[in-house]
């Protein structure tokens, strides 16, 4: 398979180990295992940690274990731990779904900008892919019309993310509701790239539900790296029919055969303390979010939308410098990452991402005004 460079991976391979103020960063502030233990009740937490010491590294069940699928069905409302696969990171996720759902030729609709990921691998297949714009020029906004104009009899799949990554649009669930009636009377699935479920902004709008919930077409792909903050444990799903969940289960035997059997048992404790990580990922969102605003409202040649869902948005700035440039100097001069906007397509933007501990995130900002004021 011939595929295009990933951007932003490689962009932030080249800076991510060494700054000290990464607010670019697309997930809420990880967690350590310690974090996780800390959340049962003191009395057991030695036994707790004895337990997972004590869990033999072998092969775990290629699917996933049935206790971590079940805690994942339990949060859809419909379908049992058949209907889910476990795989490495939803990136994993959304590659098995690609490759076999879809053949050269068939016509695909995916979100731009986007997770570079949901419109590339297609391409690479072959597929003939349509760009469903949700960046600056719909206001940051999925416009239902637009999707509608670009359906055809010939398409196969759909795909959105919401909230969306790198702007922070989501679909309403009326707008949700709209898209998969669409797929379904041509016939095509809808794959909701879901990485930001969980993640609300504080007095935001509701989100819509998971796409697997509202029929056969629909596919959720899930994920512990952002809104648990456990990305370390490469632990993401696909929630769907049993022939979907079947035939990427399958491809999978190819590629990484299972999830770690570790950190399959860290994801069960991670989805156990859901309630208290949403609420301590409120507090963090909450505070940045604050600042940011702030930070932008006092500087006229930067505006933006924040994001009404999940953690990222893209940043406008009014001034003569290309967004690689401005990024590398910023992470070069000082040791802050702000994504450049040309990783999406998007000059005069910078990606900012709101999950970083709070007096990280201040400084980050305070620290790219000393280059962003004296351009
Ligand atoms: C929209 C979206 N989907 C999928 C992924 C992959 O996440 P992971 O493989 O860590 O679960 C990302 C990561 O940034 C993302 O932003």
Redesign the pocket.
């Known amino acids: 398979m011939k595929i295009a460079p990933f951007l932003l991976e490689r962009w932030m391979t080249r800076h991510e180990t060494h700054v000290q103020f990464d607010i670019a960063e697309?997930g809420i502030l990880p967690l350590s295992t310690n974090d996780l233990l800390a959340f049962e009740p003191p009395d057991q937490r030695a036994a707790v940690l004895e337990r997972l010491l004590n869990i033999p590294l072998g092969y775990s069940e290629a699917c996933g274990t049935h206790a971590l699928r079940s805690q994942l069905a339990a949060t859809y409302t419909r379908g049992d731990a058949d209907h889910i696969l476990v795989t490495t990171?939803?990136?994993?996720a959304?590659y098995l779904l690609y490759n076999v759902l879809l053949e050269p030729g068939d016509h695909v609709i995916a979100p731009y900008p986007a997770?570079q990921?949901?419109y590339e691998v297609p391409r690479a297949i072959g597929c003939d892919v349509s760009l469903w714009h949700v960046g600056p020029e719909t206001g940051y906004r999925y416009d239902v019309a637009a999707l509608e104009a670009m359906i055809t009899p010939k398409t196969k799949l759909i795909v959105v993310?919401t909230p969306h990554?790198p702007t922070g649009a989501m679909l309403s669930p009326s707008e949700a509701a709209r898209v998969y009636a669409l797929a379904a009377s041509v016939g095509a699935a809808v794959i909701g790239?879901e990485?930001y479920r969980w993640l609300d902004v504080p007095g935001g709008e509701p989100f819509a539900g998971p796409m697997f919930d509202r029929g056969p077409l629909g596919i959720s792909v899930g994920?512990l790296?952002?809104p648990f903050g456990l990305?370390g444990l490469?632990i993401?799903w696909i929630a769907a029919n049993r022939d979907i969940v079947e035939k990427c289960w399958g491809l999978r035997d190819y590629i990484t055969l299972s999830p770690g059997k570790l950190n399959d048992a860290l994801a069960q404790l991670g989805l156990k303390h859901r309630d208290v990580i949403v609420a301590r990922n409120t507090r963090i969102i909450e505070a940045n979010l604050k600042v940011a605003a702030a930070w932008i409202a006092e500087r006229p040649y930067l505006s933006w939308t924040p994001p009404r869902g999940g953690l990222l948005a893209l940043i406008k700035y009014d001034r003569q410098i290309p967004s690689l440039e401005l990024a590398d100097r910023l992470a070069e001069e000082q040791s802050v990452m702000l994504a450049p906007g040309s990783a999406f397509g998007y000059e005069n933007h910078l990606r900012l991402g709101i999950g970083q501990r709070p007096d990280i995130f201040a400084e980050g900002l305070r620290r790219a005004a000393l280059i962003l004021d004296a351009l």
């Open positions: 697309s990171g939803a990136i994993e959304n997770y990921q949901l993310n990554n790239d990485a994920t790296s952002k990305p490469r993401g």
